[in-house]
């Protein structure tokens, strides 16, 4: 069992960046891929970055790559999602998930646990 808590969100000006955090309980940490997700009003669920157990493989959306960096700490069984030259489109409930897999994947049905959401507003 694994409980994900988000953590960074607010309000930020366009071109501005924000750092999200999800911080994970459990001794497995290390055992789950990570994904950030977001979810704007009226639209479907959306992948946005993803990493591996151990951080050497990431993945990201086309929409946010050059923007947003995933990382995670093992140590500190939390995984970020650093944004930089937000754009109001990036506007979303960000959550993050975690999948029990060796393969990183994109899709959203894969992942077993999930986060109650961080809103992220960007204003033009």
């Known amino acids: 069992q694994v409980q994900l808590v988000e953590s960074g969100g607010g309000l930020v000006q366009a071109g501005g960046s924000l750092r999200l955090s999800c911080a994970a309980s459990?001794?497995?940490?290390?055992?789950?891929?990570m994904a950030w997700f977001r979810q704007a009003p009226g639209k479907e669920r959306e992948f946005v970055a993803v990493?591996?157990?151990?951080?050497?493989?990431?993945y990201y959306a086309d929409s946010v790559k050059g923007r947003f960096t995933i990382s995670r700490d093992n140590a500190k069984n939390t995984v970020y999602l650093q944004m930089n030259s937000l754009k109001p489109e990036d506007t979303a409930v960000y959550y993050c998930?975690?999948?029990?897999?060796?393969?990183?994947?994109?899709?959203?049905?894969?992942?077993?646990?999930w986060g109650q959401g961080t809103q992220v507003t960007v204003s033009s």
């Open positions: 998930a975690a999948d029990r897999s060796p393969i990183p994947t994109m899709s959203a049905a894969r992942y077993t646990y």
């Open positions: 459990g001794r497995t940490f290390g055992s789950y891929a």
């Open positions: 990493i591996s157990w151990t951080g050497a493989h990431t």
